[in-house]
């Protein structure tokens, strides 16, 4: 790449993995509609699901979100009564996230969405495999850059 190409739409790497990611979020719509989540907090049941109760600010540092941008997330997860939030007993200044009943019983509807997404990528088991690794390599370096 010499001069005015090092600034080409086609030569930027940031430019396809945003527009891929854009798509592959909005792929996850009619997904989620019945279970009426949106795909933010989709990735936050994910999260309780997995790990179960958690801080917020643990929450935050998994799905890589600020309390800023999670905590009206929440408040719409609390609202259609999957989650609760309440002061953290061990740090009154924190806040615990947990599932409801209603959110633990989501777990059951939402078990076929991954294999459905897995139907909108267009690629094979091995290439499914490679993408995920580089990705998470691309986000470890981008982690380790941003922290030194």
Known sequence: MSGDSAL????Q????????????ISSYTPLLSPLGLTYTQYVIMLALWEYGDSSLKGLG????????TLTPLLKKLEAKGLIKREKDA?????LLI???????NLKEKALPIPEKAKCHLGLDQKEAESLYILLYKLLSHLRERKES
């Open 8 to 11: 080409y739409l086609e030569n």
């Open 13 to 24: 790497l940031c430019l396809p993995l945003y527009m891929t990611a854009k798509e592959l």
């Open 61 to 68: 540092e998994r799905i890589c979100l600020d309390s800023g």
């Open 90 to 94: 061990n740090d009154g200044r924190g």
């Open 98 to 104: 947990s599932l409801t009943e209603e959110g633990e």
